[in-house]
């Protein structure tokens, strides 16, 4: 079972960019696909909504349509991380970000295909 943490969260204005990152230790990296999703403020673990995800090899991307033109997600399997990079951040981003590993390598957006989950990391956005 491939092990997750995240980083790279912090305090932004509106209009700003992060990066976040994911690294994997322990299993093997390139027999998942890597998904982010977001937890909101007051929201539980089942409101969790998906972000962004990216296939074994990189090839395929898949984004949730309120971050598609702004965020990036991309995968260094030589480093065993995934990045997903923050543009034009919006209040409405602020969330714990986490990701996860699905065995489904080529990606999906469904959460329920996910386990291995990481920590998370606070991404802050204000106005």
């Known amino acids: 079972q491939v092990q997750l943490v995240e980083s790279g969260g912090g305090l932004v204005q509106a209009g700003g960019s992060l990066s976040l990152s994911c690294v994997a230790s322990r299993g093997t990296f390139i027999n998942y696909a890597i998904g982010w999703f977001r937890q909101a403020p007051g929201e539980d673990r089942e409101d969790r909504k998906f972000?962004?995800?990216?296939?074994?090899?990189?090839?395929?991307?898949y984004y949730g349509d309120s971050v598609k033109g702004r965020f990036t997600i991309s995968r260094d399997n030589a480093k065993n991380t995934v990045y997903l990079q923050m543009n034009n951040l919006r209040p409405e981003d602020t969330a714990v970000y986490y990701c996860?590993?699905?065995?489904?390598?080529?990606?999906?957006?469904?959460?329920?295909?996910?386990?291995?989950w990481g920590q998370g990391t606070q991404v802050t956005v204000s106005s």
């Open positions: 996860a590993g699905s065995g489904l390598r080529v990606g999906t957006r469904i959460i329920n295909e996910y386990e291995n």
């Open positions: 972000v962004a995800a990216i296939s074994w090899s990189g090839s395929n991307t």
